[in-house]
């Protein structure tokens, strides 16, 4: 897959309703302002409290956890600690580990630990205030803002990049017999054994993976829209909402 990171942004889109963060590991912040470019990455410009605008942010008040996998295209296994391993598996009696067959290149793993969602509740007065500021050339309508955030205490996140790909992960010497997680950092996970290719983030920690932004319009399109005189200026109305993922987004 000569890019897997435009799968795995579209993929998540369609079956999260999020936008997914490029790469995985780069950290975003309820209410930051920023733009996406070619790549899908959200590059972040300003804030809103900078801008003097105020936020009022609720959180999750438990936490749970997250586990998607493309199950048509992966299989996993898990080995414990004292089982036999499977056929040509490099792990030992002894060890404990994951097994993951890949399918094809279009195949995710997607697990969370200590999942909780960050959302942004004076939506109507941050709509408001920006509809004013860029009356007033005080914005730019490029700018988008994270509305709300997804932060995971620990996540595991691996995206196959070729087709019949094998992965295995061996679990430290001293993990548990029992209830093994792929997001559980305490189990010293590493790459035992791999076939192929794949971009893999194992047990990382206070990741936010998933995002959603609101702003004047979408930034790199933005819809073109049939102009009759009747309709001129309601055209010309801007309006504050969701930007939803749209995989032309990614040039190649």
Do not use: C
């Not at 890949?102 to 999942?115: A, D, L, P």
């Not at 791999?194 to 998933?210: A, D, R, V, W």
């Not at 009747?230 to 995989?247: A, T, V």
Request: no cysteine; proline share 4%; hydrophobic share 35%.
């Amino acid at each position: 897959m000569a890019n897997p990171h435009k799968f795995y942004l579209a993929h998540m889109s369609a079956k999260t309703g999020y936008r997914a963060a490029w790469d995985p590991s780069r950290p975003h912040v309820i209410g930051q302002i920023g733009k996406l470019d070619q790549s899908g990455v959200f590059n972040v410009f300003s804030n809103l409290e900078k801008e003097g605008i105020p936020v009022e942010t609720l959180a999750d008040p438990s936490t749970m956890e997250m586990d998607y996998t493309s199950h048509d295209s992966v299989s996993i296994s898990v080995k414990l600690s004292g089982k036999a391993p499977q056929a040509g598996s490099v792990l030992t009696d002894a060890e404990a580990g994951f097994s993951f067959e890949f399918k094809n290149e279009r195949s995710i793993v997607f697990q969370t630990s200590g999942h909780r969602t960050h959302q942004l509740t004076n939506l109507a007065e941050i709509e408001r205030l920006i509809i004013q500021k860029f009356k007033d050339g005080n914005w730019d309508k490029n700018w988008l803002i994270i509305t709300q955030l997804v932060e995971a205490n620990t996540a595991t996140i691996i995206i196959s990049n070729s087709s019949n790909s094998s992965l295995e992960l061996s679990a430290k010497a001293s993990a548990g017999t029992t209830d093994l997680k792929l997001t559980d950092a305490s189990l010293g996970l590493t790459v035992a054994r791999e076939k192929g290719s794949t971009l893999k983030y194992i047990t990382q920690n206070g990741l936010t993976p998933l995002y959603r932004v609101m702003g004047i319009r979408h930034p790199l399109f933005g819809k073109p829209q049939l102009s009759t005189k009747g309709d001129k200026e309601e055209q010309q109305k801007e309006s504050f909402g969701l930007q939803d993922f749209d995989p032309g987004e990614l040039q190649e």
